[in-house]
T-cell receptor, first 114, second 113 residues
Framework: DAGVIQSPRHEVTEMGQEVTLRCKPISGHDYLFWYRQTMMRGLELLIYFNNNVPIDDSGMPEDRFSAKMPNASFSTLKIQPSEPRDSAVYFC????????????FGPGTRLTVL | AQSVTQLDSQVPVFEEAPVELRCNYSSSVSVYLFWYVQYPNQGLQLLLKYLSGSTLVKGINGFEAEFNKSQTSFHLRKPSVHISDTAEYFCAVTSGAGNQFYFGTGTSLTVIP
């Protein structure tokens, strides 16, 4: 299995632009998580899905952030408009049906907003 | 609600010395506990996990952890560290309900040659 796949690995954009991050979970996993990691705040859970349905989006910082999961093999995290304070590493993770199952993390997308 | 506290933000240790990274959790229900490692510019990788059974759990790269229910702790240990163990270590807890994990703030382990 290729593991969790994220794209792009690096993204540099200018303030005000739209940014779309992509994630392909491990096949057969029905939970998908989006995290943000910064030096100041550490690892923060933004939103997670179960069977493509958003379960908890209380970690999404603002209305500028949105996430979708149109099918079991694809999810997006969109920031519109982007701001410099959105600069961070964004991780996607997936896991199986039981809470006992570990989460498998992707390599992350390093976002820099100028 | 659950939470995880990693008391040490940075731990420097000399090569071949033992190390312990501390993790305490808070939960009103049964928990499952995990340790993850993050090498520079990489995602998080699972080191080990406690689900049930023996309270001493062995993981990859010579790491082990002991679940202590009375002290609500899950400390990570290695008897002899290597330069390649330099990384960020995260403790996490879940109750299984909703599958949400709660991560600690991480401990940066630096192995000094």
């Amino acid at each position: 299995d290729a593991g969790v796949i994220q794209s792009p690995r690096h993204e540099v954009t200018e303030m005000g632009q739209e940014v779309t991050l992509r994630c392909k979970p491990i096949s057969g996993h029905d939970y998908l998580f989006w995290y943000r990691q910064t030096m100041m705040r550490g690892l923060e859970l933004l939103i997670y899905f179960n069977n493509n349905v958003p379960i908890d989006d209380s970690g999404m910082p603002e209305d500028r952030f949105s996430a979708k999961m149109p099918n079991a093999s694809f999810s997006t995290l969109k920031i519109q408009p982007s701001e410099p304070r959105d600069s961070a590493v964004y991780f996607c993770a997936s896991s199986g049906t039981s809470g006992r199952n570990e989460q498998f993390f992707g390599p992350g997308t390093r976002l820099t907003v100028l | 609600a659950q939470s995880v506290t990693q008391l040490d933000s940075q731990v420097p240790v000399f090569e071949e010395a033992p190390v312990e990274l501390r993790c305490n959790y808070s939960s009103s229900v049964s928990v499952y506990l995990f340790w993850y490692v993050q090498y520079p510019n990489q995602g998080l990788q699972l080191l080990l996990k406690y689900l049930s059974g023996s309270t001493l759990v062995k993981g990859i790269n010579g790491f082990e952890a002991e679940f202590n229910k009375s002290q609500t702790s899950f400390h990570l240990r290695k008897p002899s560290v290597h330069i390649s163990d330099t990384a960020e270590y995260f403790c996490a807890v879940t109750s299984g309900a909703g599958n949400q994990f709660y991560f600690g703030t991480g401990t940066s382990l630096t192995v000094i040659p």
